[in-house]
């Protein structure tokens, strides 16, 4: 289970808004006491006297001009406000002192986290016109949603702002929400992504993981947000001594995860374009380029060398970003370092399936991300049997030993710097490549066997 400042890659330098609704308050305050102390906190909008008590100090700066020494707000966890308003909610702090307040913790290394909406304990909200309030000097946002308003009807009761939810959604009000309706509120330009500053790319936190129909629903909503925000979160409220309102406890961190498909080789043994042979009515590398496809892997890479124009022209109806690999007589080694090189910057983490493997299932990959989205590890290798194999799923803190790689075996140079867990598959025979005419007869028959 990823820590949460861990899952979020959050540090000392952190300067985080927090938008949206169904969790906000209570993510905000287990962020603040994950860190070591000091850390600050303030709000654009406006907080309970309540939530406010959860803090170790509270200062109502009415001033924006106010004192604001680093050294005397040393307690482990300090508020800033503005003063209390006649609805007995504390007003958000003057903009000129958050811009003081931001500097400061800048330059004696303290987080400050930011509560940059209000949804008056709503599951779900859409921004109102003047919303959300982020400042611009951010370095990160988190954009929260509840999936505990999955199958209720949209309504005030469950929605704040519900008629701009239907707007950007599109589903009628009373409707039941569904989890296609929280994508597409995170995803509109003024849903979740609304206000967001330029330089950022926002995360997700998907609250209320509890039972499986909620987690299933939040992985769905992970892989439409993905790449648009650079992680989605599922969370949950675990009891806490420290917090009247319970801490939130990430149980798995969705993030970009590219596919590589190695399909370079002359196939000498097999003596013809091996990836070009039909296998249940279309070629080879078809079902290898479509499972990887029908897993979310995104980009799909694939790495071509011998036969590059055939091989290219049987992928073109495909979305696959093809990757010329010149030196492909040198070794698999050069496939995987030119396909590395041609990652884009927010993938964090790929998993390389062989071109001539064509039983691979969907749910091995499936099962790789979810290893890896629950438990983060540099190395996922599927075994049956006793029998290691691919695909196989490297992190993205592996990359630069992927780039160093020489000669031919591949991957499997780094194990003993980075020890691979081993993730359980039943049936050894998805490991079956097609080297040579005796392999591609056996899969025939097996295919044949299996009707």
């Known amino acids: 289970m990823p820590n949460l400042l861990t899952a979020l890659n959050f540090t000392r330098e952190t300067c985080a808004a927090i938008v949206g609704a169904g969790g906000k308050t209570t993510l905000l305050f287990s962020l603040a006491r994950s860190f070591s102390p000091p850390v600050w906190l303030a709000t654009t909008a406006h907080l309970s006297q309540e939530q406010c008590s959860w803090s170790d100090r509270h200062v109502i700066v009415t001033d924006p001009a106010q004192n604001l020494d680093a050294g005397e707000f040393s307690s482990r966890l300090t508020l800033f406000s503005g003063p209390l308003t006649q609805s007995e909610r504390v007003a958000s702090v003057p903009e000129s002192f958050l811009l003081r307040l931001a500097e400061s913790a800048a330059q004696n290394h303290i987080p400050l986290l930011i509560e940059a909406d209000g949804a008056r304990t709503r599951l779900l909200k859409a921004p109102k016109e003047h919303e959300p309030p982020i400042p611009n000097f951010v370095n990160a946002v988190i954009v929260v949603a509840n999936l505990k308003a999955l199958g209720k009807p949209l ?6 702002n519900p008629t ?3 707007q950007i959604t599109h589903l009628p009000e009373n409707a039941p929400i569904a989890s296609e309706h929280i994508a597409d509120a995170f995803l509109h330009p003024f849903g979740g992504l609304k206000n967001i500053p330029a330089h950022i790319t926002p995360q997700a936190v998907l609250t209320h993981a509890v039972i499986p129909s909620q987690q299933n629903a939040g992985r769905s909503i992970a892989r439409q947000l993905l790449p648009t925000y650079q992680a989605v979160h599922l969370s949950h409220l675990q009891p806490s001594p420290i917090l009247p309102c319970g ?8 993030k970009p995860t590219a596919g590589i498909i190695l399909a370079a080789g002359a196939a000498s043994r097999f003596g013809a374009p091996k990836l070009l042979q039909t296998w249940q009515g279309k070629p080879i590398l078809h079902h290898v380029i479509e499972t990887a496809l029908q897993a979310g892997l995104s980009p799909l890479l694939l790495v071509v060398g011998a036969n590059a124009h055939q091989i290219q022209q049987a992928a073109c109806a495909y979305p696959v970003q093809i990757v010329s690999n010149p030196d492909w007589a040198s070794g698999q080694a050069t496939s995987i370092r030119a396909a590395v090189q041609a990652l884009p910057a927010h993938v964090s983490a790929a998993v390389f399936l062989l071109g001539d493997q064509p039983r691979t299932p969907v749910e091995l990959i499936d099962l790789l991300l979810l290893e890896q989205a629950a438990s ?6 599927p075994e049956a049997q006793g029998r290691p194999g691919n695909p196989t799923l490297f992190d993205r803190s592996t990359f630069a030993a992927l780039m160093a790689l020489t000669g031919d075996s591949g991957g499997r140079q780094l194990f003993t710097h980075f020890p691979p867990r081993k993730i359980p598959w039943p049936d050894p025979q998805v490991f ?3 080297d040579t005419p005796d392999d591609y007869a056996q899969l025939i028959a097996g295919s044949s066997s299996e009707i």
Not at 247 to 254: D, L
């Open 155 to 160: 309504s005030e009761e469950s929605v704040y």
């Open 164 to 166: 701009g939810f239907s």
């Open 247 to 254: 801490r939130t406890e990430v149980i798995e961190s969705w």
């Open 376 to 381: 983060p590890h540099p190395i996922l290798l």
């Open 432 to 434: 079956q490549d097609i």
